[in-house]
C-alpha cells in the first residue's frame, strides 16, 4: 500500500492528512499556524506521521498548500532584487513599469527597469527587430545588482520570440539567474502581465527556501522515498521545478484546496463552497470538479495583475472573529483572534467574545466549555448570530450565475459558526472531515498545465488552433510532473477577437492528468 501526505497552511490553522492509494483519509492532524509558517507545517507533518505508526518509506507523495509567496508580498519581505526589461520601444514608453504599485512594494523589489526596441503587433508580426546589442548592454550592468529578471514583450502570448531569444542574450552574460517570461505567466494586456512577472520574479527565493525547507523536513522524518510537489491557485499540483520557475502560482492556492476537497468529499462536480476558517470565510465555486476562474483582474498587495486566480469572495468572518457591541450596534470582526483562539475565546477560558462563542452558546456547536459562555445574554447571542448569516447569504447571493438554487458545500473548521438556514441554496452538505478539506484537496489533487495564447486563423484553421493549443497544454502538464498516458484535456475555450482583422481567436486549454 502507497501513501501521500497533504499539507495545507492557513491564516489559522496548518492542517496535514495522509490518505493511502484508494484515497481514503487515515489520519488528520490540526496544529496551530506560526508566525515563519515553517515551524507550523513541521509540527503538522510530525504529528501526522506519530498518529498513524505506518513504514515511511510507503510514503510516496508530500503535498504542500502554502501561504509563503501570498504572506512575503503582504509584508514586503524576502523579494528579490529584480531587473524589469520590458520590450517594445517605442511603442510602450507612455506608462513605466511599476506604476500604480505601493511605495513600500517597489523599495522591495528595487526600480531598474529598462526599455528596449523589439515586440509584435497582435497579429505577431515585428513591430521592430530586437536590440540584442542594448539587451548585452543591460545584462553586463545589472550583473551582480539583481537576483532575478523579469522579461516582458509586446503581445508576447501571440509570439514569445522575442522572450525567448532575450533569455538566451542574458544567460550568456548572467549565467544562471532566474529569468521569468511573460508569455508563460499572464495573459493579453501588457501592464497587468507585467506586473504579474515582476512579482512572479521577486518570489523565486521565496519558492526555492520554502521547497527546501519542506524538502529537509520530510527528509528528517525518513520520508526519503516521497516526491514533493506543491499545490497551485488552479487546485492542481506542480513539481517542485515547475514551482520555483512559477511561484506567483501559488498564490490562493488555500481556498481552491479547499474548493478541490469538498468536490472530492461531496462527490459533487458543480456547487458552491464555504469554506470558514479561524480568520476568514471563502466562498466559491466548483464546476466540473475545479474551481471556477476570475475573469477580471485580480489585485495581489496592492497590484493588479491578470494571470489565472480562483473566482473567490472572502468574508472577514471565521471562528475567532472577534464581536462587540457600540452604541447599540453590534460589530462582526473584522478583526480575529487567529490561531490564539484556544486561549482568547470564552469558550477556552479566555477574555475576548468571538464567532465560536455565539455558536455554542445557542446551542450550535460543542466547543471547549459551555459554562464559560452561560453569561452572554440569548437575545445578544441571537442578534449577533443574525448579522453572522445575513453576512453568511449576501455574499452566497453575489457568488451565484444562476437564479436557480445549487447545493452548498461547506468546510473549514469553522463552519460550526454557519446555521442550516442560507437563501438561495437547494440543499446544504457538511460531509465528514469538512474541518480539513483544504489538506485533503492538497492530497488528492492531480497536474494540470494550461495554455491561453491568439492564433490568427488567416493562415490556419480554427481546427488545427485547437489542436495546437491542446498539444500545448497537454505537454505543459507533462512538464509540471504528470503522468503522461494519464493527461486529459478538462477545458476548452475559444473567444473571436473580434475587433482584431486577420480573424484572430483566443484559445484557452486546461489539461490535467495524475502524479508519475
Request: glycine share 10%; hydrophobic share 40%; net charge negative.
Amino acid at each position: 500500500m502507497e501513501y501521500r501526505i497533504g499539507i495545507d497552511v492557513g491564516g489559522t490553522n496548518t492542517d496535514a492528512v495522509l490518505v493511502n492509494e484508494n484515497m481514503e483519509l487515515i489520519e488528520s492532524v490540526k496544529v496551530p499556524t506560526t508566525k515563519d509558517v515553517s515551524s507550523g507545517i513541521f509540527e503538522a507533518l510530525n504529528k501526522v506521521l506519530d498518529k498513524s505508526n505506518i513504514d515511511r518509506k510507503k510514503i510516496k507523495y508530500a503535498m504542500l498548500g502554502t501561504t509563503h509567496a501570498t504572506n512575503a508580498i503582504a509584508e514586503r519581505k524576502r523579494l528579490c532584487k529584480t531587473a524589469i526589461i520590458r520590450i517594445g520601444k517605442p511603442a510602450t514608453e507612455a506608462i513605466a513599469p511599476l506604476v500604480g504599485w505601493p511605495k513600500d512594494l517597489v523599495e522591495a523589489v528595487g526600480n531598474h527597469y529598462y526599455l528596449i526596441a523589439g515586440g509584435n503587433e497582435f497579429d505577431g508580426r515585428e513591430i521592430s527587430p530586437l536590440d540584442e546589442d542594448e539587451l548585452g548592454k543591460i545584462a553586463k550592468e545589472i550583473k551582480g545588482k539583481v537576483e532575478s529578471v523579469a522579461v516582458i514583450s509586446v503581445f508576447s502570448p501571440v509570439s514569445n520570440k522575442h522572450e525567448l531569444r532575450a533569455k538566451e542574450i542574458l544567460q550568456e552574460v548572467l549565467g544562471e539567474i532566474p529569468i521569468s517570461l511573460s508569455h508563460e505567466i499572464g495573459s493579453l494586456g501588457l501592464l497587468e502581465r507585467e506586473n504579474a512577472t515582476v512579482l512572479n520574479a521577486a518570489l523565486v527565493e521565496v519558492a526555492r527556501t520554502t521547497a527546501n525547507s519542506f524538502k529537509d523536513a520530510l527528509k528528517r522524518e525518513g520520508l526519503t522515498e516521497a516526491t514533493v510537489y506543491l499545490c497551485q491557485n488552479d487546485g492542481t499540483l506542480m513539481s517542485i521545478d515547475y514551482a520555483m520557475r512559477y511561484p506567483i502560482l501559488t498564490i490562493a492556492c488555500g481556498p481552491t484546496n479547499s474548493i478541490r476537497g469538498a468536490a472530492f468529499l461531496s462527490k459533487l462536480e458543480n456547487a458552491l463552497v464555504l469554506d470558514v476558517g479561524g480568520t476568514t470565510s471563502d466562498i466559491g465555486v466548483i464546476s466540473q470538479g475545479f474551481p471556477r476562474e476570475s475573469s477580471i483582474a485580480v489585485e495581489i498587495g496592492g497590484v493588479r495583475t491578470n494571470f489565472r486566480m480562483p473566482d473567490l469572495i472572502s468574508l472577514a468572518l471565521g471562528g475567532g472573529t472577534t464581536i462587540r457591541e457600540e452604541n447599540g450596534e453590534i460589530k462582526v470582526g473584522p478583526e480575529s483572534v487567529g490561531y490564539r483562539i484556544t486561549e482568547e475565546a470564552l469558550v477556552f477560558g479566555g477574555k475576548t467574545i468571538t464567532a465560536t462563542d455565539i455558536a455554542v452558546r445557542l446551542g450550535l456547536a460543542e466547543v471547549g466549555s459551555k459554562e464559560k459562555v452561560k453569561d452572554i445574554p440569548l437575545e445578544f447571542a441571537k442578534r449577533v448570530y443574525a448579522k453572522m448569516q445575513e453576512m453568511v447569504n449576501e455574499a452566497i447571493d453575489k457568488m451565484k450565475t444562476s437564479k436557480d438554487p445549487q447545493p452548498l458545500v461547506l468546510v473549514g473548521g469553522g463552519s460550526i459558526i454557519v446555521g442550516n438556514e442560507i437563501h438561495g441554496v437547494s440543499e446544504i452538505i457538511r460531509p465528514n472531515n469538512f474541518g480539513v478539506a483544504n489538506a485533503l484537496g492538497a492530497a488528492i489533487a492531480q497536474v494540470s498545465g494550461e495554455i491561453d495564447r491568439i492564433y490568427s486563423l488567416s493562415d490556419m484553421s480554427r481546427e488545427a488552433a485547437l489542436n495546437d493549443a491542446k498539444q500545448r497544454a497537454i505537454n505543459e502538464a507533462i512538464k509540471a510532473g504528470a503522468n503522461p498516458e494519464s493527461v486529459d484535456v478538462v477545458y476548452v475555450e475559444d473567444i473571436p477577437l473580434a475587433y482584431l482583422p486577420g480573424n484572430a481567436v483566443r484559445i484557452r486549454v486546461k489539461a490535467a492528468g495524475n502524479l508519475i
